[in-house]
C-alpha cells in the first residue's frame, strides 16, 4: 500500500524522472546522476535526491545512480511493473483519441472497454474495441476487477457518471471533464483541462506591441 507521508507533490514527479530514465537507457547511457537528470528536467539536483530520499537509497555519493536500477525501481513505486486495465466512458472525439493513444500502452495501461449513452454509437467499432451501452458500466467494472477509469464526457454528466464508476469499483480517474468532481477521499483524481493550461499559460504572455 502506498505511504500517506510522501507528499503527493513528490509522486507527481517520480513519472518524470522514470521518464528521464527511460530515455537514458534508449541511448544506452547506464550510470546518471542527480544533476544529470536535474539538468535533462530543468530541476535541482536537490530536489530531486530528496524526493527519491523517501523511499530509500538509490545510489552511492560519487559514483551516482545506477540507470536501469533506478528505473525498475521507480517502476515497481509506481506500481507499473503491471499491468493496468481500464475503462473509458464517452466515445466522441476526445474519447477516440485517448482509445487510440499508443502511449498508455507502452506503459502497462490499456482500455479494454469503452462506453457512451448514444444509441447511434453503442455497437460501432472504436479501434478494437466495440462501443458498449453506459448501462453496461458497473457491472463490466465489477467483472474485470477494473480499477482505473477515463472520463471524456460533457460536464453536465461527469459527476453522474463519476460516481457511478466508483459504485462499480474505480478507484483512479483520469478526468478529462472540464468540472471539478466531488468524490469519496480514498477516490484519486488527476484532471486534464487543456483551456486552464491555456489561460495559465496566456497570464505570461507579453502583449507590447499588440
Same mark, same amino acid.
Given at each position: 500500500m502506498a505511504s500517506t507521508d510522501v507528499p503527493e507533490i513528490v509522486v507527481r514527479r517520480l513519472p518524470l524522472y522514470l521518464r528521464a530514465l527511460t530515455r537514458l537507457i534508449e541511448a544506452n547511457h547506464l550510470i546518471t546522476s542527480s544533476q544529470e537528470l536535474g539538468e535533462m528536467l530543468g530541476m535541482s539536483s536537490a530536489q530531486i535526491r530528496k524526493d527519491l530520499s523517501y523511499?530509500? /537509497?538509490?545510489?552511492?555519493?560519487? +559514483? #551516482?545512480? /545506477?540507470?536501469?536500477?533506478? *528505473?525498475?525501481?521507480? *517502476?515497481?513505486? %509506481?506500481q507499473v511493473d503491471r499491468h493496468w486495465d481500464m475503462v473509458l466512458v464517452g466515445a466522441g472525439d476526445? #474519447?477516440? @483519441?485517448? !482509445?487510440?493513444?499508443a502511449g498508455f500502452k507502452r506503459w502497462g495501461y490499456r482500455v479494454v472497454a469503452v462506453f457512451d449513452n448514444d444509441p447511434a454509437k453503442i455497437g460501432k467499432p472504436m479501434g478494437e474495441l466495440t462501443i458498449r451501452n453506459v448501462a453496461e458500466l458497473e457491472e463490466t467494472i465489477q467483472a474485470g476487477? $477494473?480499477?482505473?477509469?477515463?472520463?471524456?464526457?460533457? @460536464?453536465?454528466?461527469?459527476? @453522474? $457518471? @463519476? /460516481? *457511478? +464508476?466508483? *459504485?462499480? #469499483?474505480?478507484?483512479?480517474? %483520469?478526468?478529462? !471533464?472540464?468540472i471539478n468532481l466531488n468524490l469519496p477521499p480514498e477516490v484519486r483524481v488527476h484532471s486534464i483541462d487543456p483551456v486552464v493550461g491555456l489561460q495559465s499559460m496566456s497570464y505570461y504572455l507579453d502583449l507590447v506591441g499588440e
Open positions: 523511499f530509500g /537509497e538509490f545510489g552511492k555519493q560519487g +559514483m #551516482g545512480y /545506477e540507470v536501469p536500477y533506478l *528505473r525498475d525501481q521507480l *517502476r515497481r513505486i %509506481l476526445l #474519447g477516440h @483519441a485517448i !482509445a487510440n493513444y476487477h $477494473v480499477r482505473i477509469g477515463i472520463l471524456a464526457v460533457p @460536464a453536465p454528466h461527469a459527476q @453522474a $457518471v @463519476a /460516481e *457511478r +464508476m466508483v *459504485r462499480g #469499483g474505480i478507484r483512479a480517474i %483520469l478526468n478529462y !471533464a472540464p
